[in-house]
């Protein structure tokens, strides 16, 4: 992606708007919903009320409501959903009324902000910035908006329901939550599904899997209509980090109905940057970087015993690829793409369609990804370019949720050698990439050996990581 050059804009709307107010947060609970509402101010020109609404169904806490530690999360929620509203000015103050940040809190939204944005700005042509880049400050008014009264949330945990041993679970409708389901069912845990903006695919893939609509928590989140206007009139705008979003609302959501665990399906693959040797990382809020500075904030401000983890931080996409490729049930039902996720189809055009492609390529016959995908992307040519970023010819991989370049390579290769010892013709995509000096390196090395790797560093409890472990032990006989 060439970067857009907006570093002029960026300037002038930190001199037109040099203070962005987090004016108030209201959470209030009626039987099984929860509904939560944000008030953002940008000088005095714009005003923003974002709302959510959590459908706990069967799951509805128990425990009572407008409490202080209710509070402490509406203002910790808002501090999330204030990200895809700020980056549209970029102002160097932010005002903070609801709540009060220490000096320890001021840093860890600082680096959030700023790793978290890294794309944003790579891709609106501004360096990243420093320190100057915003400063947090109590707002000297007291009027707190939605909030009743001034609340620095220093209070200890209230009493509450015993947490228990369910497994809260983000579900996508991809592939690594499919895999996250199945081995935990497998495995005799109680599952509770959790899905943000349910589509097509979150629907089936949950289906597939034994879930009924009373089953899931959902969540509804709205974009104020507001800042899509600005968005279109050419306000600045960019990548979120949205997984960090979903580590705090799930965190509420498993504090508010007693579940202990919350188990992502964040890879290893994740940690890698999109922009070699800089921070910039599309999936920096799936890093293992960005999960443990969460658990940290978590234990030491949120004071919940609510255990946050990846399942799938051991393992790297090919591993997961392998596992996915046996449940057949889901292979109808997934999608991993951005761009058809509203229609729930696959477009074929963009990096993740491809990269998906790819990396099941080892794992499933031809003839059946492209009953999957509708078509055969290895014989669309306008995808070579990318196909060589994804493989790390390019200046940066796709901005999108893709593996390593390594393991692009590793499966590219495979596959190259696998059709044509069967006596196929190399379709256009894998032709060209045969002629590179990529499949001379990378033909040389063991697919095998990747599919047996497990990274040490991660957070898993001692069950879990044995669970992780046999399920990869013979991934290996996954390969075509």
Not at 29 to 54: C, M, T
Not at 414 to 420: A, D, F, S, V
């Amino acid at each position: 992606m060439v970067p857009s050059d907006k570093k002029d804009l960026y300037d002038k709307l930190r001199r037109d708007y040099p203070v962005f107010t987090y004016a108030g947060c209201h959470l209030h609970h009626s039987r099984d919903i929860a509904r939560l509402q944000f008030s953002f101010h940008a000088g005095n020109a714009y005003v923003f009320e974002p709302r959510w609404q959590i459908n706990f169904g069967k799951y509805a806490p128990q425990v009572p409501s407008n409490n202080a530690q209710d509070k402490k999360w509406a203002f910790y929620l808002g501090m999330i959903e204030m990200v895809s509203y700020w980056k549209a000015f970029c102002s160097p103050a932010i005002e903070v009324a609801p709540g009060s940040l220490s000096e320890e809190e001021k840093e860890w939204w600082f680096k959030l902000y700023q790793y978290g944005l890294g794309e944003f700005f790579y891709t609106n042509g501004i360096d990243i910035p420093g320190k100057e880049m915003l400063r947090f400050r109590q707002k000297e008014d007291t009027s707190l908006g939605y909030s009743e009264k001034k609340d620095t949330f220093t209070g200890t945990r209230d009493e509450r329901v015993a947490l228990h041993d369910s497994i809260l679970v983000p579900v996508g409708g991809g592939k690594d939550s499919v895999v996250t389901l199945e081995l935990l069912k497998q495995a005799g845990y109680k599952v509770v599904p959790f899905v943000v903006n349910p589509r097509g695919a979150t629907k089936g893939v949950l289906s597939r899997a034994g879930f009924a609509g009373s089953d899931i928590i959902t969540m509804e989140r709205t974009i104020e209509p507001l800042l899509l206007h600005l968005n279109a009139q050419g306000f600045l705008n960019g990548h979120t980090p949205f997984s960090a979003l979903l580590a705090f609302v799930s965190a509420f959501v498993a504090s508010k109905t007693g579940i202990k665990h919350i188990a992502l399906s964040n890879e290893s693959s994740a940690n890698e940057p999109s922009v070699p040797g800089t921070i910039i990382n599309h999936q920096y809020s799936k890093s293992l970087e960005f999960e443990k500075d969460f658990r940290a904030f978590a234990a030491r401000h949120i004071k919940e015993d609510i255990s946050y983890y990846s399942l799938l931080r051991p393992l790297n996409e090919l591993q997961i690829g392998a596992l996915f490729s046996r449940y057949s049930r889901y292979h109808d039902v997934f999608k991993s793409c951005n761009a058809g996720s509203k229609t729930d189809r696959w477009c074929c055009e963009c990096a993740k369609c491809l990269f998906t492609y790819v990396i099941l390529s080892p794992f499933m016959p031809q003839e059946k990804l492209q009953g999957i995908f509708g078509e055969n992307l290895f014989e669309n040519e306008a995808l070579l370019s990318m196909l060589f970023d994804l493989s790390g010819e390019g200046p940066n991989k796709p901005f999108e949720c893709v593996g390593t370049t390594k393991e692009v390579n590793l499966a590219l290769a495979y596959t190259c050698r696998q059709l044509e010892g069967k006596g196929r013709v190399l379709p256009p995509l894998l032709l060209s990439y045969k002629k590179s000096h990529l499949y001379q390196e990378y033909s040389r090395q063991s697919v095998k050996g990747h599919l047996e790797a497990f990274d040490e560093d991660h957070c898993l409890e001692k069950d879990q990581e044995e669970l992780v472990k046999n399920a990869v032990s013979n991934a290996g006989r996954a390969l075509i």
